[in-house]
């Protein structure tokens, strides 16, 4: 319903987009884009939950801390796994942006992303975060809307489109005609899976074990779907799980694309599975427009070419892509008549479709 005060107050408020996600939290303000990127980390005292960094820094800390500080991701697939430390991590992000602008801003209007396989209790949970952590209204919208949104993809249009967003802890498929979802998937199954492959795979062929950060970093610099036209090799260090010595080994680009192997797998099962339920009208226009990447995971080597052999369409990487989810929450607040229709949760309490 038109509330003429919420209105009043939009017009000098401090309007926020947030990709809430697994392994990084970006957040967008209204007509300044993307103003933070850190990690989903949280460092606390074990025996106060008290937190004690938060972002870049908590990140460091990783591996690194005394018995009594522990460094932790408080969300998981996509959702809270530690709520009152999700709080304190979205207080400190909405803390930061107030502290960056130069006019003092009433609390902020907040458009959160959320996976769209969450349950009620799981975005009541985000949006009660939100409001505990200063926001003056929360808005939920589904990932892979926000992701279509930041993409620049024509969903209001009749003719369809489709985005495939792979962040830390799922992959959101969708399908999108007439403004909304005609056809979606969610898979537990993106960056964060591919970390633990990469894992796994050093453990079980070097007896090597590394890290989360190491396995991140192999991913980034040498991981792919696709034959590459240069191969890459990378030295990694860990321990040794025989000796209990310290390692150093050369992995090479075809090895970690081996690795990887079940995890891409899954999520091009996961697109086939939509575009088996899409209406063949649909299929026509998305041979013609192509499927868009989306997410950290869109920036893997060779993801594109993968999937354009197996889906047999175009398909690309949206421009800045880690950052669609962030900058589509924030345009629903640049254009809200026109985009409000797509929010899944509106500020009140109101979580239901």
């Not at 697994?22 to 993307?34: E, F, S």
């Not at 599975?273 to 209406?279: G, M, R, S, Y």
């Not at 889906?311 to 629903?332: F, Y």
Request: proline share 4%.
């Amino acid at each position: 319903m038109f509330n003429p005060l919420n209105a009043f107050l939009g017009l000098f408020s401090l309007d926020i987009g947030i990709d809430l996600g697994t392994a990084n939290t970006l957040v967008a303000v209204r007509n300044k884009g993307i103003v933070i990127n850190e990690p989903s980390w949280v460092a606390i005292n074990k025996r106060t939950r008290e937190p004690l960094a938060v972002g870049a820094e908590a990140r460091e800390m990783v591996g690194r801390t005394p018995a009594h500080i522990v460094a932790i991701r408080p969300l998981r697939d996509g959702v809270i796994s530690e709520f009152e430390i999700t709080e304190a991590m979205l207080r400190y992000f909405i803390d930061k942006v107030h502290d960056q602008s130069i006019i003092p801003f009433p609390r902020p209007r907040v458009v959160i992303g959320i996976p769209s396989g969450v349950t009620e209790v799981e975005k009541r949970a985000v949006y009660d975060a939100a409001l505990s952590a200063g926001a003056r209204e929360v808005y939920l919208i589904e990932e892979p809307m926000a992701a279509a949104i930041g993409a620049g993809l024509p969903i209001a249009e009749s003719r369809g489109s489709m985005v495939v967003d792979i962040g830390g802890g799922t992959t959101e498929v969708a399908i999108f005609a007439m403004g909304g979802i005609v056809i979606s998937r969610s898979v537990r199954v993106a960056g964060d899976e591919m970390d633990d492959d990469i894992m796994a795979y050093t453990r079980g062929k070097y007896n090597l074990l590394i890290g989360e950060r190491m396995a991140e970093r192999i991913k980034k610099r040498i991981g792919s779907a696709h034959p590459l036209e240069e191969e890459l090799t990378l030295s990694v260090r860990g321990r040794n799980l025989i000796t209990g010595l310290p390692q150093e080994i050369d992995l090479s680009s075809i090895e970690i694309r081996e690795a990887l192997t079940s995890s891409v797998n899954i999520i091009i099962d996961t697109i086939k599975d939509a575009l088996d339920e899409t209406p063949p009208e649909l299929i026509a226009d998305l041979m013609e427009i192509g499927v868009a990447l989306a997410g950290g995971g869109a920036q893997l080597q060779g993801l594109a070419n993968r999937l354009a052999d197996e889906i047999k369409m175009h398909v690309w990487v949206a421009e800045d892509s880690l950052t669609c989810v962030a900058r589509g929450a924030a345009r629903i607040l640049e254009d809200y008549q026109s985009l409000h229709s797509v929010l899944v949760g509106l500020h009140r309490g109101s979580t239901h479709h």
